[in-house]
């Protein structure tokens, strides 16, 4: 029998009782109106007993029926089924609601109010409540079948109904509202700022022609793709400039000359530990001596010693210290002589041999801190000249050296004790040694894999320039060197790439000398294959008319430039406020700038490239300008501050109606989707604000605290 079908019999079983519980209820209302009239006052009558005993019945098989739920709804739980599970938890919860409907009386009460009425020969009484049972039974039962979706459904639909009718209208609303706002900002231009809204879009316009038209004369002239191959070459090539810096501070051969270090730091670590170890001890012989002295119960005292025994002994082994042990040994036996002290004078005698070993081990302690001071010079003298190398080896060496120095002025501060602040520092070198290590194992993985790209970067670009040089119709002399350079250009490629390879298997096998050296022949490669590229887009841009054309563009663009600058003196319009002003003259300044690169670029052979990006940061610019400009006019008059005011009071309405809507919108009990009403309930507030500052003339600022 499946796992689903042994879940869900209890659960028919349970809607079963509860719908014989109804009808039998329900025949009970039935049969108690009839029998009313045959009521005998002076006792029940055969049919109130039955009756009664009946009522009885239904109360006990209630009982049982609550039981049954609690059990299902805490499998259902276990089981993951949700949804079963909260319907029975509802129904138990109906089981003990006390509505004022019914007297304040769950439903088991109910039945019995209804039991004792019968009993009593209130048969009117009990029929009326007998009635409320059937309905509070009914109720049960509809949670259990789980009516009340299907019941609340149209309820549901009704409402998603009101809310996007409401949505629609909003959304009207907001429309003509931007209709007026859009008109406001229209009305409140002047001339100066119409001018510069005009002026704005017909130098973006007029870029965005020079842009196309020097990208179609790189495609006619056959520049196009070699004008991308250098920009991608000239990335590489900056990219393989960082690789050669960092191939000289990885120096692997180097991780021999940290780990030679480790010995004397690992001596040091377990010499300081041994010294706290022992000082410890000290304190604790100490404190109980001092305790026996005062007369304290060396019971409790003897304890102590024994735990600490005990830790001590236990720390012994696993440190393999056999003075750790001796210590150990003597609070053991000052546990015992506390213990068997009974008098006085055997607790003072205790005290005094606590206080004795205390001193031994003291001086112990003492020896050990010197020992790992003797180990943390060691150390020291290994790294000292490491650490004045520019490597990564060498930076760690240097963080090391500064560890070390730290734990010994704490050692030479706690005057040859134990102290907590050395440690530390000893710990913090040893770290340091760790993370050097994985900084040169790290290094030599990023510096193969950066290789390795590069590698594979260059060869594609040799492929790609092999094929642009494959030209079938070059038969001018102009044409065959513009051919042979394009060449020169891909052969040296491939040479980098070689070169590159040779560098990532050098790193591989962590010969860093090797590495360096071919990383460094790869970068002139891709320089050789720069120029060689450079000559032939010189060459291609001398043919025919595409020099001209090429000359032609870079006076336009410096044409553009100077309008952006005759445009920057159009920002200060009165209609525009302070902040819109700054942020069209800061965008048009970086259009201009843009435009002086692409400008520079053009009058270069084979800055094209550069001169289309250039370009489309001017335009990026320019937009930024324009929408400044628009965004940031400001009513020019009190009648125009006015209809801002009333506009932004409106937009508040809508934000408020958005937000009810969304308030609503989550409280409906549905699995329908519901729309995302936050964001738009956002936008109107920001909308909002910007109408109430327009209709105070602007941005305002911040109000000072007053003084006083």
């Given at each position: 029998m499946s796992k689903a079908s042994t879940t869900t019999r209890p659960v028919r079983h349970a809607l079963t009782v509860l719908v014989a519980l109804v009808l039998i209820a329900a025949g009970w209302v039935s049969s108690a109106g009839a029998n009313v009239a045959v009521q005998d006052d002076d006792g029940l009558t055969r049919d109130q007993a039955a009756l009664a005993e009946e009522q009885a019945l239904i109360g006990r098989q209630l009982r049982r029926l609550r039981d049954t739920m609690g059990h299902l709804a805490q499998r259902f739980e276990d089981e993951g089924r949700v949804h079963a599970a909260g319907l029975l938890r509802d129904a138990l919860k109906e089981l003990d609601e006390r509505p004022e409907a019914t007297s304040s009386l769950t439903l088991e009460e109910l039945m019995d109010t209804s039991r004792n009425g019968i009993r009593e020969g209130r048969t009117l009484t009990a029929l009326e409540t007998q009635e409320a049972t059937l309905i509070r039974l009914n109720t049960l039962l509809s949670i259990l079948m789980d009516r009340r979706n299907l019941e609340t459904l149209e309820e549901n639909i009704q409402e998603l109904r009101d809310i996007k009718e409401s949505l629609g209208?909003?959304?009207?609303?907001?429309?003509?509202?931007?209709?007026?706002?859009?008109?406001?900002?229209?009305?409140?231009?002047?001339?100066?700022?119409?001018?510069?809204?005009?002026?704005?879009?017909?130098?973006?316009?007029?870029?965005?022609?020079?842009?196309?038209?020097?990208?179609?004369?790189?495609?006619?002239?056959?520049?196009?793709?070699?004008?991308?191959?250098?920009?991608?070459?000239?990335?590489?090539?900056?990219?393989?400039?960082?690789?050669?810096?960092?191939?000289?501070?990885?120096?692997?051969?180097?991780?021999?000359?940290?780990?030679?270090?480790?010995?004397?730091?690992?001596?040091?670590?377990a010499e300081q530990s041994k010294a706290e170890r022992l000082n410890q001890a000290a304190q604790d012989l100490r404190d109980a001596a001092a305790g026996a002295r005062a007369g304290d119960d060396t019971t409790p005292i003897a304890d102590d010693l024994k735990s600490a025994s005990e830790r001590l002994e236990r720390q012994a082994r696993t440190a393999k210290d056999g003075t750790t042990k001796t210590a150990a040994r003597a609070l053991a036996d000052s546990a015992d002589e506390m213990r068997d002290a009974s008098s006085d004078v055997e607790r003072q005698i205790a005290a005094q041999a606590a206080e004795a070993r205390a001193e031994l081990l003291e001086i112990e302690a003492a020896a050990a801190a010197a020992a790992a001071q003797a180990a943390r010079d060691q150390a020291q003298d290994a790294i000292a000249e490491l650490a004045q190398e520019p490597t990564s080896a060498g930076v760690a060496a240097e963080r090391m050296q500064s560890a070390l120095a730290k734990a010994s002025k704490a050692h030479a501060e706690a005057q040859g004790q134990p102290s907590a602040a050395s440690r530390q520092a000893t710990d913090e070198a040893s770290q340091a040694l760790d993370q050097g290590l994985e900084a040169q194992e790290k290094l030599g993985n990023a510096l193969e894999a950066n290789q390795d790209e590069a590698a594979q970067e260059a060869g594609a670009l040799a492929e790609d320039l092999e094929r642009v040089a494959e030209q079938p119709d070059a038969t001018t002399p102009e044409a065959q060197e513009q051919q042979a350079s394009a060449q020169a250009a891909a052969s040296a490629l491939s040479e980098a790439q070689a070169a590159m390879e040779r560098a990532r298997d050098a790193a591989q096998q962590g010969q860093s000398a090797q590495a360096s050296q071919a990383a460094q022949e790869a970068t002139e490669k891709l320089n050789e294959a720069k120029a060689a590229l450079?000559?032939?887009?010189?060459?291609?841009?001398?043919?025919?008319?595409?020099?001209?054309?090429?000359?032609?563009?870079?006076?336009?663009?410096?044409?553009?430039?100077?309008?952006?600058?005759?445009?920057?003196?159009?920002?200060?319009?009165?209609?525009?406020?302070?902040?819109?002003?700054?942020?069209?003259?800061?965008?048009?300044?970086?259009?201009?700038?843009?435009?002086?690169?692409?400008?520079?670029?053009?009058?270069?052979?084979?800055?094209?490239?550069?001169?289309?990006?250039?370009?489309?940061?001017?335009?990026?610019?320019?937009?930024?300008?324009?929408?400044?400009?628009?965004?940031?006019?400001?009513?020019?008059?009190?009648?125009?501050?006015?209809?801002?005011?009333?506009?932004?009071?409106?937009?508040?309405?809508?934000?408020?109606?958005?937000?009810?809507?969304?308030?609503?919108?989550?409280?409906?009990?549905?699995?329908?989707?519901?729309?995302?009403?936050?964001?738009?309930?956002?936008?109107?507030?920001?909308?909002?604000?910007?109408?109430?500052?327009?209709s105070q003339g602007g941005p305002q600022p911040e109000s000072e605290p007053e003084e006083g």
């Open positions: 209208q909003l959304a009207d609303d907001q429309q003509k509202l931007g209709e007026r706002t859009d008109q406001l900002r229209e009305d409140s231009k002047d001339d100066q700022l119409k001018e510069l809204g005009a002026g704005l879009e017909q130098l973006r316009q007029e870029q965005r022609d020079l842009l196309r038209e020097g990208e179609d004369l790189a495609r006619e002239s056959g520049t196009f793709e070699m004008e991308q191959i250098l920009s991608r070459l000239n990335q590489l090539s900056e990219q393989q400039n960082l690789a050669n810096q960092a191939f000289p501070t990885w120096t692997p051969e180097d991780s021999e000359r940290l780990e030679a270090a480790r010995p004397s730091l690992d001596a040091a670590r450079g000559q032939a887009l010189d060459q291609a841009a001398q043919q025919g008319a595409a020099g001209e054309q090429r000359e032609d563009q870079a006076a336009r663009q410096e044409a553009l430039a100077e309008k952006a600058e005759d445009l920057a003196e159009l920002a200060d319009s009165e209609s525009l406020t302070e902040k819109a002003q700054e942020a069209v003259s800061e965008a048009l300044e970086r259009a201009q700038a843009e435009m002086k690169k692409a400008q520079q670029a053009l009058s270069q052979p084979g800055g094209g490239e550069q001169a289309a990006k250039a370009q489309r940061e001017a335009i990026d610019a320019l937009s930024e300008a324009a929408q400044a400009a628009e965004e940031g006019v400001q009513p020019n008059s009190e009648a125009a501050k006015a209809e801002a005011a009333a506009q932004a009071e409106e937009q508040r309405r809508i934000e408020e109606m958005l937000l009810e809507l969304a308030r609503r919108n989550e409280e409906r009990e549905s699995p329908m989707p519901q729309p995302n009403l936050d964001s738009a309930a956002s936008s109107a507030s920001q909308a909002a604000e910007s109408l109430e500052q327009a």
